[in-house]
């Protein structure tokens, strides 16, 4: 059974930082792509980070350059390091698995069978 489970979330001021984690439970864990996905209310979810099986990362142009995605093999988790965040970063995050998970050109890209976890929330004040 495919488990994702977020930790991390909370509230900050604009400009603060936050690291989210995400433990995976997948027997497939090592075949997989990961990445980290938001959405508010009335909007599509939407693509923010991706990682390759073998470590490369990739980034939506909402997030580039203030967000980094990392993993740990060894302990099957994923991470997202936020820095200088923004009110508009708000939103519920979640981590997702996927054999085909990436971004490019900005956006980011996943096929049709995704594991999602149950989500964790991100609120920035200003």
């Known amino acids: 059974q495919v488990q994702l489970v977020e930790s991390g979330g909370g509230s900050v001021q604009a400009g603060g930082s936050l690291t989210l984690s995400c433990a995976v439970s997948?027997?497939?864990?090592?075949?997989?792509?990961m990445g980290w996905f938001r959405q508010v209310p009335e909007k599509e979810r939407e693509g923010i980070a991706a990682?390759?099986?073998?470590?490369?990362?990739s980034y939506a142009d909402s997030v580039k350059g203030r967000f980094t995605i990392s993993k740990d093999d060894a302990k099957k988790t994923l991470f997202l390091q936020m820095n200088n965040l923004k009110p508009e970063d708000t939103a519920m995050y979640y981590c997702?698995?996927?054999?085909?998970?990436?971004?490019?050109?900005?956006?980011?890209?996943?096929?049709?069978?995704?594991?999602w976890g149950q989500g964790t929330q991100v609120t920035v004040s200003s």
């Open positions: 997948r027997s497939d864990y090592s075949s997989v792509s």
């Open positions: 997702a698995a996927s054999y085909l998970l990436y971004c490019s050109g900005g956006y980011c890209y996943r096929g049709e069978e995704i594991y």
């Open positions: 990682i390759d099986r073998d470590g490369s990362a």
